[in-house]
């Protein structure tokens, strides 16, 4: 029925073998052959404009994950990558040539056509194609889940003892695969066809030079197609008039959560830390892997005994052979480490997941590897906005609002997301306007190999940012770290990273049981709102996010508010100040209906309430004063009650200081208001002397911030005394309680222009500057 | 003190058979089709075991019915679990089927599902070691008649499994008796200078509430004999939906309610908030919540329900309307008075409000916080 088994050691043919990308089975399989057949040269898929960077390969600094990474030069965004780890049956290959000083070389579709052809992403030659040959496999063998039957068959078989030919498995799934592609076609995938001319041409090529002595190492999936008869006429005319695009190739250090996303091989393994374990455990994988869980786990303070261990080995092992299943698969392992160690639940899972099943494995490329595109990215921005990379320190001012200096601004900005620090805000000359900026430029050689590094996150410099501010946020631990990357974002113009993180933002405040936590995120996010205007960035988000934030102060501060001690009623107190400017700010920039009102309500609650400590009553009887929302004779209620006898001197102190203590115009308003300035002095008078000693000092706080001039300005009205005739007058007659008798309209008439060229009443619109 | 007492309830008599017998025929079936290796003493072999409480069709046709809806991978490491030395503790909300789902287990691999401890607050360790006839032990002193094993004793000498219900409602010293029971697999009886030894084919299925953890918290020395299995709630809200509609007419009728026309929408609404607070996240996956320290299991959605049927029937006008179930779901979600308020009006004022067609229900909450 087959033409030829294509992976034994026929004679007088290469020796194909078929893998899966990224098997850990398939990479020992694939050792074992390479050590009995030993050949004289080896054929790996991949562009095979990576030759030149194959004895990279063998570098003593080469640690994988790497990525052979091909982009097209004048697009660095369109690029392809080909992942390899330390369990890729392909880096074995290489790895094993290179070792035994066997040649080795890339035979595949050249990159210069295939990210022509490519339209997205890093899409790249990837194996999406119409049919799914090894789900056909799984389905005829009852099995529902492709991936758990290729491990069932091939992965495991191979792991647990050694076939006595190692050629064998490869064999059998070559004819397997036969079959598949005369039941089937040959998929629908239309680079395939393309590509295995191009890899039969390549091997023919090969053969001319080595002879029959070659391995060939190539997703299984083509291993029939290696072995087709076909002209090399007929190939040729399929390669005919390909497009093509000039291509730059470079190794780049990968992650193993990178080698999940489908690219290049196409692989999309979900699991790269237990591959990597399996590849790597020399015997008893489960059990090794069960101590590593433990470990981990005892790192976290969770109590694991050895008798636990032995208990989930034990336990993965009979739920396998319930399962039918020849080996225990990550399935089994897990089960059995929710059962055993982590008590049924899924937090402690989650844990070994990120860590183990994934593993945060970062690989490392020597720096005698090319230029990564990331670079050249860079390169041309320079150019274009004009901004040389000097060694000397230099000041650079951009005015935002010209559309070059906002491109240099959000450059900088982008560049210092992902770690190169070319240039570092200062502080600008003089104007603290939002439309100015001012930078600090040192162009460090160190930077070409932050450059390097940071070329893991993408092949151009917004891709880069993005990339890395996506997964900043997602890992982002406090919430103010995640407002302060909303804040980077918006400055650096990522509007696409925005998203990711105004989520990760709306689930940390949807979290965070700390209302001080989110009081503290709410100004940052506010300003950022503002930058936004500036910028000409959509932040609808952001607004939402905001207005979200927000709300949930409103619900959550006022029991925060509640029996603080006196730091934390001054941090309380802090707080209130900023949530109520970035309130005051929301209101203007975004939609909130109702939001000023609701925050106006949680100031009323907390200035009648008992429960919470003076100085933040006072602040916020005074927040609410400033707003025009608690009436002059209101106030003077509120602030007789708390000054009255009943309340502890201690406690009426703090409530002046947070009434007109701290921020600017405290003093003046006592200035301005006798009413209020005698139920001061009337309270002061009447502390008893026991606690006066107690008082003084508080009360000496709050005055001593004071001007010297309004200082002296209230030691004169003291002086001279707010007779109670006087404030009864006032209460009477005058409209403004705490002003002289009657009105000076020659004054009053003097100061209106001011205040009308501080309203902005006589100039015309588009002269009003904002910030 | 716990007795075993034997009754004959094979045939109809019972009001409630037990498993063992309400499924003969099943088990029968089972058995005859099971060619698969049984561990000592057990009467179906792992996979048939799995294969009752899931449900399947045999060879020969025989339809077995499903007794357990949810994860099949939950239900293979209990079975599995049973078959190894460590005993298995069944954890849930109230509401989850813990102790369906044992009774099963032992029905389908003892044959015997009465080997049954309750646990209280009053179990003393008679009902986990052995007790006394006092009688004989007066007329005879102690000897091997006068002793009265408990459930697990028995289990252990004939290699059955025993289960215990609401572990962490036993007393902690009473719970400590287990642990020489399940690590050394025996029980020594001093006053005869005896043991009894366990069999093989014994093992110990226990079910304890894991939201509010019992008035005895389980010690790390017991737990850690035991594999841990949590049964989750109902996997989908229509499922959820259908259990609460489903107990709520049935109570209703007990309670003679009328039934309430178009009380789909409230029923639906109370599933939704209970849900949604529970996970944490929205149903539409975009917000995450807080969420409170209350169970919100399907058995309170069911008694908010009922609670705002009966205030529709005798104060209402007989339709179950947003105000008579919302202020039965504060008092579910707010327990602890300042951390579940929050919590509450957090949700009511960023969800709630914000939802389409939720603005009576909005204006309902709003009142019942005043």
């Known amino acids: ?771 | 003190m716990t007795v075993s007492v034997q009754t004959d309830a094979a045939g109809g008599e019972a009001l409630r058979p037990h498993a063992e017998h309400a499924f003969a025929d099943e088990l029968k079936a089972l058995a005859a089709a099971d060619d698969r290796p049984r561990p000592a003493r057990w009467k179906l072999s792992p996979w048939a075991v799995s294969t009752y409480l899931l449900g399947g069709t045999l060879p020969d046709g025989t339809l077995i019915t499903p007794k357990y809806v949810g994860p099949r991978r939950l239900v293979e490491v209990a079975v599995t679990t049973l078959a190894t030395d460590r005993a298995l503790l069944l954890l849930g909300v109230p509401g989850t089927a813990k102790t369906w789902v044992s009774e099963h287990l032992a029905a389908a691999v003892s044959g015997d599902s009465t080997l049954l401890v309750q646990g209280t607050a009053g179990t003393p360790e008679e009902a986990v070691r052995y007790g006394w006839n006092y009688a004989q032990l007066l007329a005879q002193g102690p000897s091997r008649e006068a002793l009265v094993p408990s459930p697990v004793m028995r289990a252990m000498a004939e290699g059955m499994t025993a289960r215990v219900e609401e572990l962490t409602r036993i007393p902690a010293d009473v719970q400590d008796a287990l642990i020489t029971i399940l690590s050394e697999k025996t029980l020594p009886v001093p006053e005869l200078g005896q043991e009894v030894q366990a069999v093989r084919g014994f093992n110990l299925v226990a079910t304890a509430n894991d939201r509010d953890r019992g008035v005895n918290e389980l010690s790390s020395a017991l737990r850690r004999r035991f594999n841990t299995v949590v049964l989750p709630l109902p996997a989908t809200p229509e499922a959820e939906v259908d259990i609460v509609s489903r107990r709520v007419a049935q109570i209703g009728r007990s309670l003679d309610l009328p039934p309430a026309p178009d009380g789909m929408t409230e029923i639906r609404r109370v599933v939704t908030v209970f849900r949604e607070l529970r996970d944490g996240i929205t149903t539409d996956g975009r917000t995450k919540l807080k969420s409170p320290s209350g169970t919100l299991s399907t058995a309170e959605a069911i008694s908010v329900v009922t609670g705002g049927l009966a205030l529709a029937a005798h104060f209402g006008d007989g339709v179950l309307r947003p105000g008579d179930v919302a202020a039965g779901i504060r008092g579910a979600v707010v327990r602890d008075p300042t951390a579940d308020r929050v919590v509450w009006q957090e949700y009511v004022e960023t969800v709630v409000r914000e939802r389409d067609g939720w603005k009576d229900f909005y204006r309902a909450c709003r009142e019942a916080a005043e």
């Not at chain 1, 906005?385 to 450059?411: G, I």
């Not at chain 1, 109670?724 to 008439?749: H, I, K, M, S």
């Open chain 1, 1 to 771: 029925m087959t033409p030829r088994a294509g992976g034994a050691t026929a004679p007088g043919g290469p020796l194909l073998l078929g893998v899966r990308h990224h098997g850990p089975g398939s990479a020992r399989a694939v050792l074992a052959a390479l050590e009995s057949v030993r050949p004289g040269a080896v054929l790996v898929e991949g562009p095979p404009e990576g030759d030149a960077l194959l004895p990279l390969a063998a570098h003593s600094r080469m640690r994988p994950p790497v990525a052979l990474l091909a982009h097209a030069v004048d697009d660095p965004g369109r690029a392809a990558f080909w992942p390899m780890a330390d369990f890729s049956p392909e880096w074995v290959a290489i790895r094993w040539a290179s070792a035994h000083g066997v040649p080795v070389r890339f035979v595949d579709l050249p990159a210069a056509h295939s990210l022509a052809l490519t339209e997205q992403r890093e899409g790249g030659p990837g194996e999406g194609r119409g049919m799914d040959p090894i789900g056909i496999l799984a389905g005829t063998a009852g099995y529902d889940d492709p991936e758990r039957w290729w491990e069932d068959v091939v992965e495991h078989r191979a792991t647990g003892g050694q076939p006595a030919d190692p050629c064998a498995p490869f064999a059998a799934l070559a004819e397997a695969m036969t079959a598949l592609r005369e039941a089937y076609g040959d998929g629908g995938h239309p680079q395939d066809a393309v590509r295995e001319a191009c890899m039969r041409l390549q091997l023919r090529a090969a053969r001319k030079e080595f002879g029959d002595d070659i391995a060939v190492v190539c997703g299984a999936w083509h291993v029939p197609a290696l072995t087709a008869r076909t002209t090399v006429a007929a190939d040729r005319a399929l390669l005919k008039g390909m497009p093509k695009v000039k291509t730059e190739l470079t190794w780049v250090p990968w992650t193993h959560r990178r080698l999940a996303r489908y690219s290049g091989y196409g692989a999309g393994i979900e699991s790269p830390g237990w591959y990597g374990h399996l590849f790597a455990a020399p015997d008893r994988p489960v059990e090794r892997w069960m101590t590593k869980v433990a470990g981990l786990l005892r790192d976290t303070d969770r109590t694991v005994s050895s008798a636990d261990v032995i208990e989930a080995v034990r336990l993965a092992g009979t739920l396998a052979a319930l399962r039918g299943r020849p080996a225990v698969g990550l399935d089994e392992a897990t089960d059995a480490v929710r059962a055993v160690m982590c008590e049924g639940s899924d937090v402690p899972l989650a844990l070994v997941r990120d860590r183990l099943v994934v593993g945060e494995i970062l690989g490392e490329v020597p720096d005698t590897a090319p230029a990564v595109p990331l670079q050249r990215d860079l390169d041309r921005q320079q150019r274009t906005l004009r901004l040389r990379p000097e060694a000397e320190k230099r000041e650079l001012e951009l005015d935002l609002r010209k559309d070059t200096d906002a491109a240099r601004s959000r450059l900088l900005h982008r560049l210092r997301l992902i770690g190169v620090h070319w240039g570092e805000p200062a502080a600008g000359r003089g104007s603290t306007g939002t439309f100015r900026e001012a930078w600090r430029l040192h162009w460090d050689p160190e930077l070409f190999v932050r450059i390097a590094e940071a070329g893991v996150w993408g092949t151009t410099v917004l891709g880069a940012a993005t990339a890395r501010a996506e997964a900043d946020a997602v890992s982002a631990s406090s919430l103010a770290g995640v407002t302060a990357l909303a804040e980077q974002c918006l400055l650096a113009g990522l509007t696409e990273a925005l998203p990711v993180v105004m989520r990760a933002l709306a689930d940390r405040a949807a979290l965070d049981a700390d209302a001080g936590h989110l009081a503290d995120a709410l100004p940052a996010l506010a300003r950022s709102l503002r930058y936004g205007d500036v910028r000409a960035t959509d932040t609808t988000a952001l607004g939402e996010v905001a207005v979200g934030l927000a709300e949930r102060v409103c619900v959550g501060l006022p029991p925060a508010c509640t029996g603080l001690d006196a730091d934390a009623a001054e941090e309380a107190r802090r707080r209130m100040d900023g949530v109520h400017i970035a309130i005051g700010l929301l209101a203007t920039t975004v939609r909130a209906e109702g939001l000023p009102e609701r925050w106006a309500g949680v100031l009323h609650k907390l200035s009648a309430r008992d429960a919470v400590s003076g100085v933040i009553r006072g602040r916020a009887t005074r927040l609410l004063l400033d707003d025009g929302r608690l009436a002059g004779s209101e106030t003077a209620r509120l602030m007789g009650l708390a000054l009255s006898p009943a309340a502890a001197p201690a406690e009426a102190a703090a409530w002046i200081e947070g009434f007109v203590g701290g921020a600017s115009g405290g003093g003046l308003l006592l200035v301005h208001d006798e009413r209020l300035l005698g139920l001061v002095d009337t309270w002061l008078t009447g502390v008893p002397a026991d606690t006066f000693a107690d008082v003084l000092p508080l009360v000496r706080r709050t005055f001593s911030a004071y001007e010297p001039g309004v200082r002296r300005t209230l030691g004169e009205l003291v002086r001279r005394g707010t007779g109670p005739g006087r404030a009864a007058r006032d209460e009477g007659v005058a409209p403004a309680p705490g002003f002289g008798e009657g009105l000076d309209e020659e004054r009053a008439d003097a100061v209106v222009p001011v205040v009308r060229l501080l309203l902005g009443l006589d100039t015309p619109a588009e002269r009003a500057v904002r910030g």
